[in-house]
């Protein structure tokens, strides 16, 4: 397997198409997000640019591992391949890792439905994204 052998439009494609998924499903659940963190809308600074530049590197990440890891897993890439892979992960990695350590923060299960529900769209879009592309 070769580290740098993935289709790269179709990653930064996946990734484009993932962040503005996210984008779109924080703007529906907005308020309720906020609530689920303790704070009011007010409270959030929506000037700084930090968090959207680390949600664009993420979502990058993931879809190189996606495109990486699609082809060595399942034998090929297409969509249905893709989507298993994103899913696989979700359920795999993501939601167990934000279950343990939304429990142990004491946060609401709601923060984590909303964010667990986002990851697992940008997953199955980076996956949809790579099948069909990568």
């Not at 179709?10 to 998924?21: D, E, G």
């Not at 979700?90 to 279950?99: E, K």
Request: hydrophobic share 60%; charged share 10%; net charge negative.
């Amino acid at each position: 397997m070769s580290y740098l052998e993935v289709n790269w439009l179709a990653v930064i494609l996946a990734t484009v198409v993932a962040w503005a998924f996210g984008a779109a499903w924080y703007m529906v659940l907005a308020r309720q997000w906020v609530a689920s963190i303790g704070k009011e809308m007010d409270d959030i600074d929506r000037s700084d640019v930090a968090p959207y530049l680390w949600s664009v590197l993420c979502i990058f990440v993931m879809a190189y591992f996606i495109a990486l890891l699609t082809p060595a897993v399942t034998g090929a890439t297409n969509l249905t391949n893709g989507l298993i892979v994103g899913a696989t992960m979700w359920l795999g990695f993501v939601l167990t890792s934000m279950v343990l350590n939304h429990r142990y923060e004491g946060a609401p299960w709601m923060r984590t439905f909303i964010d667990g529900g986002y990851l697992l769209g940008v997953l199955l879009i980076s996956g949809a994204v790579i099948g069909l592309f990568g």
